[in-house]
């Protein structure tokens, strides 16, 4: 059996392991199987498309994927899906909503609440049972972040820091200082 071929019936297991199919027997796999479970699926549909890549490309290891750093267009900008409130996570999540991820890296809200507390806009602080916190500063307040008391999925409350229209508009006003100061 060549390479090649070795590739091939590798993803042809995969494939079947993917697909909750017992690869040696072909019969359908339990549903309470560890093979069934979700994470699993998915990285069995992951491993296969590399194979998949490297069989198209006759056995040679798969295309690497280069991606740009993360940039936005001061046009591309202009259709961010603002809202009355948003937490830093939507607001990355929004600023990725604009870009192409096939060709560009995402950006995390690391970056960003980074950088606001690099420009005061943002304080770590340390609770009482010693875990640190990120809150908004007198000047940080005065752009539009505030805490919000939340319930936790346990019932217990904590703050959440959120993000005005005002605040939102601030962050995209200064993305290129975001982006310049995560490189």
Known sequence: MTELETLQRAKMYIDKLANGINPLDDNPIAENDVVNNVRLSRCFFYVSDILRQVIENNGIGARPVYKQ???VSHEALERFPFLDVMTVTQISDGLNSLINTEEMRK???RP???WLIATGFLEV???????KTKRPTPQGEEIGIYLEKR????GEEYQSVRYNRQAQQFIIDNID???NMKR
Do not use: L, Q
């Open 151 to 154: 319930i936790g999925a346990g």
């Open 107 to 109: 950006i995390s809200y």
């Open 69 to 71: 750093s993360f940039s």
């Open 112 to 114: 960003i609440t980074d």
């Open 177 to 179: 200082a975001i982006i």
């Open 125 to 131: 602080t340390a609770e009482p049972n010693g875990k």
